[in-house]
């Protein structure tokens, strides 16, 4: 199970040198992969009355395709975006961004998408929020061919590429996608077309039933569900035996990635993440470099 670390977004703040602290000493502390989240923009609440979302204008985000051309200067990290929110996003252009990201890496980049939640999000970049998954669907299939040949025609209900390709392309032809999900819509849509997915609640009875979703629906689609990855997530409380305990589980359950997360922790600067992230990867037995 390769395990990595999933970037302090909204946590570390603005300061270029604080996000390349923490990628050099994630990598140095043996962790194999950092992966961001993404937000374009965030709602106003004295705008948006009753806005409940978990985030907001005030809330800080960096942006993934750009965070990632830095940090793949910076470190040898697997870069993942999980998720970004492609619906939103062109799709060739984020072809194009991915691809060249997978170059800066040398194919150490999967690209996690998913659908979102924040329409105010989806009307900024004037996108269609009630038909996003269609959209996203056929934002795979155009990038996977994008990625894959110098040449592409295809024309879709959301997309028309006529005799285009991207140059240089990627290293790893296609580049994997992964899907975040959390619905049995999401699964099945995993199943059918992910590489892997990023599974949204602990091991257990619910993650059970989740895996069978996706693996049933893999079958159905002519798919060895075996060959699909799964990357859990485990929260840092503070505590060592509480980490590795939940580590555990993620393993016998199948995950083949698991990251963890130091927000929401009251840790208040990149040195205390870092610091905590020093313990967990003591706890977790990974070699420093």
Do not use: C
Request: hydrophobic letters at 45%; zero cysteines.
């Amino acid at each position: 199970m390769q395990i990595g670390v999933v970037f302090p977004q909204t946590e570390i703040g603005a300061d270029p040198a604080a996000v390349r602290a923490y990628g050099q000493r994630v990598e140095e502390l043996g962790f194999r992969h950092l992966l961001a989240y993404d937000h374009v923009v965030g709602a106003d609440p004295a705008v948006h009355r009753g806005w409940s979302g978990p985030y907001d204008v005030h809330t800080t985000f960096h942006e993934p395709m750009v965070l990632f051309g830095y940090l793949a200067a910076l470190t040898s990290l697997e870069l993942v975006t999980g998720i970004i929110i492609l619906p939103q996003r062109q799709a060739v252009l984020a072809a194009k961004q991915a691809a060249e990201i997978d170059l800066l890496t040398g194919g150490r980049f999967r690209m996690g998408v998913g659908l979102g939640w924040n329409r105010v999000e989806y009307e900024a970049l004037g996108q269609d929020f009630a038909g996003r998954g269609r959209r996203v669907e056929e934002q795979v299939a155009v990038m996977r061919r994008l990625w894959s040949e110098q040449t592409v025609t295809f024309e879709g209900e959301h997309h028309r590429v006529t005799g285009a390709g991207l140059a240089p392309l990627p290293v790893q032809r296609p580049i994997p996608v992964w899907f975040g999900a959390q619905s049995p819509p999401a699964y099945r849509r995993a199943g059918r077309l992910a590489d892997g997915w990023f599974p949204q609640m602990s091991p257990g009875p619910d993650l059970e039933q989740a895996r069978a979703v996706v693996g049933e629906a893999a079958e159905r689609a002519g798919r060895d569900p075996s060959r699909l990855g799964m990357e859990g997530r485990a929260s840092w409380t503070g505590s060592a035996g509480e980490l590795e305990e939940l580590a555990g589980r993620w393993r016998e359950a199948g995950a083949t990635h698991l990251s963890i997360d130091t927000m929401r922790a009251g840790l208040r600067s990149v040195e205390e993440h870092l610091a905590a992230l020093e313990s967990a990867a003591a706890a977790l037995g990974l070699a420093a470099r």
